[in-house]
T-cell receptor, first 112, second 116 residues
């Protein structure tokens, strides 16, 4: 049973445009959500997070939106840059000191 | 920022031997560290949660006698793959949670294990 789903395996966008990466979850107990970026043969790098008490969190070019009623969150990257090309993982947690549940990831390619 | 290191970054071993992987938090203390395994084009699968000074908590389906975890200090956790077999070949990644921080986990660079 996959509790965090990233249904699109890949996304390709033009440099300078917006990248929108989607994530859905099924466990209503999740109260904290995170996005990680990962290059091949490297560990994931934390990007941005959002608590369930918020619906938006912004950090520079990265914005995460949370729709609790739809159990859906999205990561917006604008403007997209070629260096953003990587695999992006959505993760969720229930409560403090809890383990993270990851989605399968989405491969983003930003074309120059 | 928070830095987590892993050693070795890659290792090749013969079937039947044991391999130890170290995970260190370099600039923060971590009461909790996590060990993940990633197969090609798959998600990160949590293997176990390592708590400083106590026994690790293993996820369902993970053999605790095969994957020995020791968390002896607030900055070091080790994963030992005992009697390794080719099917244990994978990318092993650790993460650590800053005991002074929130929910974020900081990941190490990973260890590529190849068992021949």
């Amino acid at each position: 049973d996959q509790q965090v789903k990233q249904n699109s395996p890949s996304l390709s966008v033009q440099e300078g445009r917006i990248s929108i990466l989607n994530c859905d979850y099924t466990n209503s107990m999740f109260d904290y959500f995170l996005w990680y970026k990962k290059y091949p043969a490297e560990g994931p790098t934390f990007l941005i997070s959002i608590s369930s008490i918020k619906d938006k969190n912004e950090d520079g070019r990265f914005t995460v939106f949370l729709n609790k009623s739809a159990k859906h969150l999205s990561l917006h990257i604008v403007p997209s840059q070629p260096g953003d090309s990587a695999v992006y993982f959505c993760a969720a947690s229930t409560g403090a000191n809890s383990k993270l549940t990851f989605g399968k990831g989405i491969t983003l390619s930003v074309r120059p | 920022g928070a830095v987590v290191s892993q050693h070795p970054s890659w290792v090749i071993c013969k079937s039947g031997t044991s391999v130890k992987i170290e995970c260190r938090s370099l600039d923060f203390q971590a009461t909790t560290m996590f060990w993940y395994r990633q197969f090609p084009k798959q998600s990160l699968m949590l293997m176990a949660t390592s708590n400083e000074g106590s026994k690790a908590t293993y996820e369902q389906g993970v053999e605790k006698d095969k994957f020995l975890i020791n968390h002896a200090s607030l900055t070091l956790s080790t994963l030992t793959v005992t009697s390794a077999h080719p099917e244990d070949s994978s990318f092993y990644i650790c993460s650590a949670r800053d005991m002074q921080g929130d929910y974020e986990q900081y990941f190490g660079p990973g260890t590529r294990l190849t068992v021949t």
